[in-house]
């Protein structure tokens, strides 16, 4: 018997807890932008927005039709409800409203380009964001 590559995930927590993560991350910024800490976090945030903005199937977050599952919509909509955290706010809003310009479907099995350059996108401006709100860069 083999192994389909579609039900293997590395994502290694829950959807929800990545949006928790990253309302975390993003307080300790806020609050403590001269801490010695400051860069490991950057580096931890950087990675959930990156998980965020960019679904994908071998991380169980789009389904075998390339359409986010109701699990990381909920977390999207949890994240959307809340504006105190704008910089994971702006890059989810930046994700959903690309989600529904291509009708909930981002991509196929051979083609992933333009998920990956509005991901990439996306991150690059939350990075650049972080800079700019919190660490006075």
Request: glycine share 6%.
């Amino acid at each position: 018997k083999g192994v389909s590559i579609l039900k293997l995930k590395y994502l290694a927590i829950e959807f929800s807890e990545l949006g928790e993560r990253a309302f975390r991350y993003e307080e300790f910024l806020m609050k403590y932008p001269k801490s010695p800490y400051t860069e490991d976090v950057m580096i931890n945030y950087m990675v959930c927005i990156w998980k965020l903005v960019n679904p994908n199937i071998f991380d169980g977050m789009l389904g075998d039709d390339f359409k986010v599952v109701s699990e990381l919509n909920k977390v999207y909509d949890s994240i959307l409800a809340d504006e105190s955290h704008p910089v994971t706010y702006e890059a989810v809003k930046g994700i959903t409203e690309y989600i529904k310009s291509k009708d909930g479907v981002l991509g196929s099995m051979n083609n992933m380009d333009e998920l990956f350059k509005i991901s990439d996108k996306l991150h690059k401006e939350a990075a650049a964001r972080i800079n700019e709100m919190y660490l006075g860069e």
